[in-house]
């Protein structure tokens, strides 16, 4: 057998613009990566490089284009912990894709994939060996006689491997994969294509030829579809002729700098710091992009995830030895890398340094105080002779301190021990307060049944820009998230219309609100969401019989139409006094704009002073009072970008963008709906300016019509307040500062005597005093003792007692218990005892916990029911302790 020829090599930039020269040469049109921030509600990031078209593939949104080809940026956590300890597994990756929407179908996919990898990329094909799904003989046969592949190298892989689904309903079809044979010359006989050291899978094709439903069946499709991947960073590897991934060039320069800021070279290192120099370089990478297009660390969703991977990044940095803030300096050479094919990462460097900075600097302290407590916490362990760290103390550490689970279990699994998960997650259920992401999708079940109509309806046709009212043909008609023929008066409907003057929820404003008539018809709409292209339209029949297909009268409120207008309008202005005031960096990273309110949420690493929030107050007010003109086009999105227009980061434009412009004050791409002037909105004012997660602000503001309201709401208060405390509004201020102050004196009087009660109850105590051995004990309960009272009794109890331990009991209001312990010097040292574990296990027979010093500890809990068998064991183990 001949050996085939090494492959040339190319950088990872030569192999991304060949792969996209080819299929542009092929007919395809290129299109930028979209944003690691999907439309698709179902995922929190884009994971694969179909996500943006998987509308089309779904038949909810005509192609605009029949091919096209993309290089998109993805980004996958599902498998972190295998990062830098494979040789393939990443957090983010690129993946370059060829897609074909009822265009070209199998051979055609498979002629180019085949010219490409041979041709462009310089492969043998004695190094190339193809899967296909098992029952796929035209996929076979095409490779076979058209191709020309041996038979014996075509290896036929079943439904787990080779065929994708969308879900359990929808578009699905067989798979055809071309892997790399590392080492041909062990021969064709025993070809097995899960062995990573010798294949390596490098291009999938996706074959949409099937339409599944909820029985299983799969029936073919009008429109076959493909959906092709090439991993940009397994062919570099090809190419390159490394050992791995991170070898590549794509990679290797972000692990060089790291190493030379920990001063070692990564070629002579083990592997152990092999691995920690390979999480910095793939960490680093999604790091930079994910802030890039708009995420910021915080404790939900994205949030979370971009916040783990710095952590991440600063504690495999400490492990190999970098002391201090690094990460800035490695993201700068991320950046260099990247800025040829993601310019937009190299316009937003000054926002990537500040939010690694704010990070890094937050975690090194929380790093500091978590790491020496799991060292505590494992040689506990290790002392008992367990092997697993305990659910709650691993909470705790997350609670209290912040350190994450995932570095608890890393360093846990480092030291050989696990850490009690579900005792963790038990935990977090008990105490974690419940909070919703600030979004909303809309209904699975209405989902599913657009999915199902999607071939045959259109897109809805969006009117209101300039029709308040319009008719429109009913072309979906569901109830309860089904589809019907019609329904009657009293029931909740979603309606979809051919078209629309009602404004459907996106870009952070609310749906319109309004009705359909008809002839004795009359439906209430309270709301519209967007689903894909379709406005679906939710309300209820107040009057008469709908019927799909009936032609209706389409009317929004516009009322609610003018509320909305001037809120989202003042938005656009407040985003643009805030980058003239404040900062010219700032970006909106979420907004809401409804009848009565909005919500604009923005990065910034630092609260507003009051002066800056007057002033861009002012600055609205000002702009509003000046009657600034709107001016609306549509335009390429490069014209718009290039004219200054305000694009919001993570969200998804077309190549055509509406640009809504007020002359020398803003200008965004926005679909929304807006005033012709400025002096429509009447008047602004800024409700409340808050932080919501680190480098965030939130500004609540009430503009237009809804100002009166404000207004109103708080003319009310202060003449209530007024009448109760029989002062003038002016007075109002002082007097409640007076009895402030009062209240403030009363409380330490309180305070006071509720001390001098405890004492002298605690007085009354001495006489259940009794000798264990040289020592004192005390156990007892005291009535109507506050936790404060109890502490101060143990406290002078046990000073009283001299060499003694005192523990005591009270029960609280609502059922909750306080305990005190207070142990002498001689009980520390001579009988091994500290107050704080010992009440802290006393503490847990009353559902509670707690702790404190050695001398002196404090604990609750929650079942007073349990107080006396509590108190009754801790007079039991000291007499045993002590004697």
């Known amino acids: 057998m001949t050996m085939p020829k090494s492959p040339q090599f190319l950088s990872g930039s030569e192999i991304r ?6 299929y542009i040469q092929h007919e395809h049109k290129w299109l930028p990566s979209a944003s690691l921030v999907p439309e698709d509600p179902t995922v929190l990031l884009t994971i694969a490089g179909m996500l943006p078209f998987k509308p089309i593939f779904l038949g909810q949104r005509s192609p605009e284009f ?11 956590t599902n498998d972190i912990e295998n990062v830098g300890r494979t040789a393939r597994h990443h957090t983010f990756f690129e993946m370059l894709g060829n897609f074909s929407f009822g265009d070209y179908f199998k051979e055609q996919a498979i002629a180019w994939a085949w010219e490409l990898s041979t041709e462009v990329f310089g492969l043998s094909p004695e190094n190339l060996v193809v899967s296909v799904f098992q029952d796929d003989d035209e996929a076979f046969a095409i490779w076979r006689d058209q191709i020309g592949i041996p038979p014996h190298r075509i290896q036929r892989m079943g439904e787990e491997d080779n065929f994708w689904t969308s879900g359990p309903t929808g578009p699905c079809g067989p798979c055809s994969e071309i892997y790399y044979d590392f080492h041909p010359e062990q021969g064709d006989d025993s070809i097995d294509l899960e062995d990573g050291s010798r294949f390596i899978e490098f291009y999938n094709l996706v074959f949409m030829q099937y339409n599944q439903d909820a029985q299983g069946n799969r029936t073919p499709l009008q429109n076959k579809n493909i959906d092709t991947g090439l991993g940009l960073e397994r062919m570099a590897q090809i190419l390159q002729q490394v050992p791995n991934n991170y070898e590549t060039d794509l990679i290797l320069p972000i692990i060089k700098t790291a190493g030379e800021i920990a001063g070692i070279d990564y070629s002579e290192s083990d592997e152990k710091t092999k691995v920690s120099l390979k999480v910095i370089g793939d960490h680093i990478r999604a790091v930079v992009h994910m802030i890039t297009d708009g995420i910021t660390a915080s404790n939900i969703g994205r949030g979370y995830i971009l916040r783990r991977l710095i952590r991440r990044v600063v504690r495999h940095g400490r492990l190999i030895g970098i002391q201090g803030e690094f990460t800035c300096k490695v993201a700068e050479r991320a950046i260099a890398l990247s800025e040829s094919a993601y310019p937009d990462v190299r316009e937003r460097e000054a926002v990537i340094t500040a939010e690694l900075q704010r990070e890094e600097f937050r975690f090194l302290k929380t790093l500091e105080r978590g790491e020496k407590l799991v060292a505590e916490i494992i040689k506990k362990v290790k002392q008992a002779g367990e092997t ?9 550490l997350f609670d209290t301190y912040g350190f994450p689970l995932e570095l608890t279990q890393e360093i846990a699994e480092e030291e050989g021990l696990t850490v009690d998960v579900p005792g963790y997650e038990a935990a977090m259920k008990k105490q974690q307060e419940t909070s919703q992401a600030a979004h909303e999708t809309i209904d699975l079940t209405v989902q599913e049944s657009l999915d199902q109509l999607a071939e045959h309806i259109h897109s809805t046709e969006f009117l209101g820009y300039t029709q308040p009212q319009s008719p429109g043909k009913v072309a979906v008609l569901l109830v309860d998230g089904k589809s019907v023929e019609s329904a009657e008066a009293g029931t909740a409907v979603q309606i979809i219309l051919e078209q629309t003057p009602f404004y459907a929820e996106s870009g952070g404003q609310i749906g319109d609100r309004g009705y359909l008539s008809g002839d004795n018809l009359l439906v209430r709409i309270e709301d519209v969401k967007k689903e894909s292209d379709f406005f679906v339209h939710f309300g209820s029949i107040e009057r008469g019989t709908l019927q799909l297909g009936d032609t209706v009268s389409a009317q929004i409120d516009r009322a609610c139409r003018r509320r909305a207008q001037a809120n989202h309008t003042a938005t656009h202005l407040l985003q643009a006094a805030l980058k003239l005031i404040v900062d010219p960096d700032i970006s909106q990273a979420g907004s809401l704009v409804d009848f009565d309110r909005l919500r604009f949420d923005f990065n910034c690493s630092r609260s507003l002073t009051p002066e800056e929030v007057q002033q861009v107050e002012e600055q609205v007010n000002s702009w509003i009072s000046e009657v600034h003109t709107a001016e609306v086009a549509v335009m390429p999105i490069a014209k718009a970008k290039a004219k200054g227009a305000v694009a ?6 077309g190549d055509e963008v509406r640009v809504i412009d007020f002359p020398g004050v803003s200008m965004e791409l926005c679909g929304g709906t807006h005033v012709d002037n400025t002096a429509e909105i ?16 939130r500004i609540e503001a009430v503009a237009g019509p809804a100002v009166l309201d404000y207004l109103n709401l708080r003319d009310q208060i202060v003449k209530e ?6 002062a003038k509004p002016e007075e109002l201020l ?9 209240i403030k004196a009363s409380q330490k009087q309180l305070d006071a005597l509720k001390q001098e009660l405890a004492l002298a109850k605690s007085d009354q105590l001495l006489a259940q005093v009794e000798s264990v051995g040289e020592f004192n004990l005390l156990v007892a309960m005291m009535e109507n003792a506050d936790p404060d009272g109890l502490k101060t009794a143990a406290e002078r109890l046990q000073q009283k007692l001299g060499e003694s331990a005192v523990v005591l009991g009270s029960a609280l209001a609502e059922g909750k218990v306080s305990l005190v312990a207070a142990f002498s010097p001689q009980v520390q040292k001579q009988k091994k005892l500290q107050a704080g574990k010992f009440i802290g296990g006393i503490a847990k027979i009353c559902g509670g916990g707690g702790g404190g010093r050695p001398n002196l500890a404090q604990a609750g809990g929650r079942d007073a029911s349990k107080l006396e068998e509590a108190l009754a064991t801790a007079k039991s183990q000291l007499q045993e302790s002590l004697g």
């Open 17 to 22: 613009q060949k792969f996209l020269d080819f």
């Open 66 to 76: 029949p091919r096209a080809t993309t290089s998109q940026k993805c980004l996958r």
């Open 388 to 396: 697993q760290i305990n659910g709650r103390d691993a909470f705790t």
């Open 648 to 653: 919001m980061f993570g969200e998804k434009y």
């Open 682 to 697: 009447g008047v602004f004012k800024i409700v409340s300016e808050t932080g919501i997660a680190a480098g965030i602000r």
């Open 721 to 726: 307040l007024s009448d109760r405390f029989k």
């Open 734 to 742: 002082e007097r409640i500062i007076s009895l402030q102050q009062e």
